[in-house]
């Protein structure tokens, strides 16, 4: 079985530039995430959907951020325009389920893409 | 949810049991004990769960004590491809998210 699949792996790009990244979850897996990992620090989560629906998007910096959907498969995060503060691996993960109360939340993450800003 | 403290590294040497502490003082009683791991240039990878029970699968034990205020995730036969970062997470039944701390950087030594 494939697993989440992201892409590019790398990526390097100027300041004010934008940038966009994609994430295929593992098929049949409804919630998608969106993460943000620093230099040294744990992931933190930008946005979660549930299919087609962002259902916590609290964390995403909406002034520069976005991130779709479509059709409740694959999804897209950008960068518009990119700052050098936003370099950072950028990880996506899924799960077959909703978190739900007793229930095996095991995420699955993809390998991320290493964004760097010049 | 409640904050996870876990020293900042850990040395093994291969082929003994890692031992990986965890102090969630403050855990509720309906949070349960995630443990993930991530290796270099690779996403995280889920290893186990717990709340009140000690649990086992293929790749690791998980002991918690009585009062649930600690935990210990025991890798029984370390090899060098569980040098990681290992994140103890503490989860709210039917909250959203999981937050990583910054975890525990296992050294696997031959």
């Known amino acids: 079985e494939a697993g989440v699949v992201q892409s590019p792996r790398y990526k390097i790009i100027e300041k004010k530039q934008p940038v966009a990244f994609w994430c295929n979850p593992i098929?049949?897996?409804?919630?998608l995430y969106w993460y943000l990992q620093n230099l040294g620090q744990g992931p933190e989560l930008l946005i979660r959907?549930?299919?087609?629906?962002?259902?916590?998007d609290s964390q995403l910096p909406k002034d520069r951020f976005s991130a779709e959907r479509l059709k409740g498969v694959d999804s897209t995060l950008k960068i518009q325009p990119a700052e050098l503060g936003d370099s950072a691996v950028y990880l996506c993960?899924?799960?077959?389920?909703?978190?739900?109360?007793?229930?095996?939340?095991?995420?699955?993450f993809g390998p991320g893409t290493r964004l760097t800003v010049l | 949810d409640a904050k996870t403290t876990q020293p900042p590294s850990m040395d093994c040497a291969e082929g003994r049991a890692a031992n990986l502490p965890c102090n969630h003082s403050?855990?509720?009683?309906?949070?349960?004990v995630y443990w993930y791991r991530q290796i270099h240039s690779q996403g995280p990878q889920y290893i186990i769960h717990?709340?009140?029970n000690n649990e086992t699968n293929e790749m690791a034990s998980l002991i918690i004590t009585e009062d649930r205020k600690s935990s210990t995730l025991i890798l029984p036969h370390a090899t060098l491809r569980d040098t990681a970062v290992y994140y103890c997470i503490s989860y709210q039944t039917g909250a959203n998210n999981l937050f990583f701390g910054t975890g525990t950087r296992l050294t696997v030594i031959p």
């Open positions: 403050t855990i509720s009683g309906n949070e349960y």
């Open positions: 717990g709340l009140k």
């Open positions: 959907y549930e299919n087609e629906e962002a259902v916590d």
């Open positions: 098929s049949g897996h409804n919630t």
């Open positions: 993960a899924s799960s077959s389920n909703p978190p739900i109360a007793g229930g095996n939340n095991e995420q699955f």
